[in-house]
C-alpha cells in the first residue's frame, strides 16, 4: 500500500506564500512521475503541476510563473512552492503518484 502524506496547508493572505510537502512511500518513487491536484467547492479536481523522474515540469496555465513544483528523489518527497497566491487558488490540494493520492491539504487564501 502506497502512502502519501501532505503537509504545509494553511490560511494565508492574498500575494502571500505557502509550501506544501509531500512525502511517499513508493520505493520506485525516483522512477515515477508525480504531481499536484487541487479541488475547489462546486469544482472538479485539477492538475496544479507535475514533475518527471527526470525532473521535467507541467503547470496549468493558471498558476505559471508563481507556483514551483520539486522533487528530492532521496527522501521521496515533492514539492510545491506557492508565490503570489490569490484567491482563487483556495481548495483542497492533494498529492498524485501513479494511481495513488493523498489525503489532501486545505489552502485558504483570503482578499
Known amino acids: 500500500q502506497v502512502q502519501l502524506v501532505e503537509s504545509g496547508g494553511g490560511l494565508v493572505q492574498a500575494g502571500g506564500s505557502l509550501r506544501l510537502s509531500c512525502v511517499a512511500s513508493h520505493s520506485l518513487f525516483r522512477l515515477l512521475p508525480v504531481g499536484w491536484y487541487r479541488q475547489a467547492p462546486g469544482k472538479q479536481r485539477e492538475l496544479v503541476a507535475n514533475i518527471t523522474s527526470g525532473g521535467s515540469t507541467n503547470y496549468a496555465d493558471s498558476v505559471k510563473g508563481r507556483f514551483t513544483i520539486s522533487r528530492d528523489n532521496a527522501k521521496k518527497t515533492v514539492d510545491l512552492q506557492m508565490n503570489s497566491l490569490k484567491t482563487e487558488d483556495t481548495a483542497v490540494y492533494y498529492c498524485?503518484?501513479?494511481?495513488?493520492w493523498g489525503q489532501g491539504t486545505q489552502v485558504t487564501v483570503s482578499s
Open positions: 498524485h503518484l501513479i494511481t495513488f
